[in-house]
């Protein structure tokens, strides 16, 4: 007899809400007629008050799926067998929603964050945190069929169900374009305060180190705040 058969997790739909906010972000009180390199200050203290800004918010609505069947595997005259056994069946769908928050952090914002070419000026950003912020069960939702035979799902197997469907939103993150959306509404924010201190637009570059998707999951995922 082996184990049961490991649960077939699916996401079925994914809805990425965007969202910008940065508390105590004001215009630097600087005109365009002052020096580039005067106003390097004042932007790097203007970016500091955004502190945490929140970038992306993803809704995640999925289905856990297990089919528990009982099979009895080995081998008779060299020859192996794979049988399934006729003692009934376990099968559950869970469905779950997983809430994701994405937020940079700018309080060690620097000039090392800043790069400057003549009158171009790249920011480059701190390391975007994506963090766990909820998960729920639609125990309304849960679709269960066990056999005569069969015992029915425990309140452990539920929550080991659980945790297995935040792991596998977790491992997704790195396709769900997450950073890209970090850096585009990051920009939204920044690059108007830019301007304000004499830059134009098309010379302002916002980006995120180069080597930033390689790092992942270790610097990226925020896991003080992942639900246990």
Known sequence: MTKPT??????????????????????????KGEAYTDTLP???TQ??????LHTAEYDIHKIVTYDDVVR????????????????GDRKIAIPMDVKLKAYI??????????????????VILPDPKVVLASSKIDHAG??????????????????????????SVIDAIPQMGIIETSRKNAARVLIPMIE?????????????????????????????????
């Open 6 to 31: 490991k649960p077939l997790i699916t996401i079925v739909a994914i809805a990425c809400i965007a969202f910008c906010s940065c508390q105590g972000c004001k215009e630097a009180e600087t005109t």
């Open 42 to 44: 004042a932007l790097i």
């Open 47 to 52: 970016v500091q008050k955004c502190s945490r």
């Open 72 to 87: 009895m595997k080995g081998s008779m005259f060299n020859r192996n067998f794979n049988v399934k056994l006729p003692i």
């Open 105 to 122: 952090d700018f309080s060690g914002f620097s000039e090392k964050n800043i790069e400057r070419d003549g009158k171009k000026i790249t």
């Open 142 to 167: 849960t679709k269960e069929y066990v056999a005569l035979t069969r015992s029915r799902f425990t309140d452990a197997e539920m929550a080991a169900f659980e945790q297995q469907g935040r792991q």
């Open 196 to 228: 304000q201190l004499g830059y134009a637009e098309s010379d302002i570059t916002i980006t995120f180190r180069k080597d930033l998707k390689a790092a992942y999951p270790d610097i990226l995922l925020d896991k003080s705040t992942i639900e246990r």
